[in-house]
Nanobody
């Protein structure tokens, strides 16, 4: 199983970006999917979560500006980021709990994507 994040780039403050995270491989079920971010010189922090039933939660720092969603038919999660601020500059990582197969048996595991860089210029 692999997670591939994309959609990062350079944007001016106040602008928008949409990140995508595609899961591929032997996937029996996508459970909770999450976005994290890591700013330069800081620890990785949680941004948002979407459950398998599409319940969502957000960090206070992004609430009202970011929206997490998913398309289970495409094994894809999104993060719509609006009203971006300079402090949103970070590498954004996707993370997911996935029911996969291991030695032919169902197996729950947690996976990370490789990260996509978002730079917000002020």
């Amino acid at each position: 199983v692999q997670l591939q994040a994309s959609g990062g780039g350079l944007v001016q403050a106040g602008g928008s970006l949409r990140l995508s995270c595609v899961a591929s491989g032997s996937i029996l079920r996508l459970n909770s999917m999450l976005w994290y971010r890591q700013a330069p010189g800081k620890e990785r922090e949680w941004v948002a979560t979407i459950s398998s039933s599409e319940n969502t939660n957000y960090a206070d720092s992004v609430k009202g500006r970011f929206a997490i969603s998913r398309d289970n038919a495409k094994n894809t999660m999104y993060l719509q980021m609006n009203s971006l601020k300079a402090e949103d500059t970070a590498v954004y990582y996707c993370n997911a709990d996935i029911l996969t197969r291991r030695l032919g048996m169902p197996y729950n595991s947690n996976f990370w994507g490789q990260g996509t860089l978002v730079t917000v210029s002020s």
